[in-house]
Nanobody, 116 residues
């Protein structure tokens, strides 16, 4: 089982990034996908977006609504998080997480820094 995030970078406020989460080793289409972020070690994770099995239902944390778009491609076994109008407060380590019942898989995350 593997989840690998990529796409993190350092950008200026107002910029955009697209994160990817590539899955392998499990039946991706049967799992709900969550995107989380953690501002710094020791601080709790914040749930950013949740995508249902086929991508038809997506929910967002309030502060990212209208700026972030989560999606998934079950054929490619990949989930995406498109982040527009980035703000310094979006700086964090971003993780994807696949959940089905008691099966709960995590990637290592990718770092996003928003700074002028």
């Amino acid at each position: 089982v593997r989840l690998v995030e990529s796409g993190g970078d350092s950008v200026q406020p107002g910029g955009s990034l697209k994160l990817s989460c590539a899955a392998s080793g499990f039946s991706f289409h049967n799992f709900i996908i969550n995107w989380w972020r953690r501002e710094r070690p020791g601080k709790g994770r914040e749930l950013v977006a949740t995508i249902n099995y086929d991508g038809s239902q997506i929910t967002y944390e309030f502060s990212v609504r209208g700026r972030f778009t989560a999606s998934r491609d079950n054929e490619e076994r990949t989930s995406y998080l498109l982040m527009n109008s980035l703000e310094p407060g979006d700086s964090a380590h971003y993780y994807c997480n696949a959940v089905r019942g008691l099966d709960d898989y995590w990637g290592q995350g990718t770092q996003v820094i928003v700074s002028s």
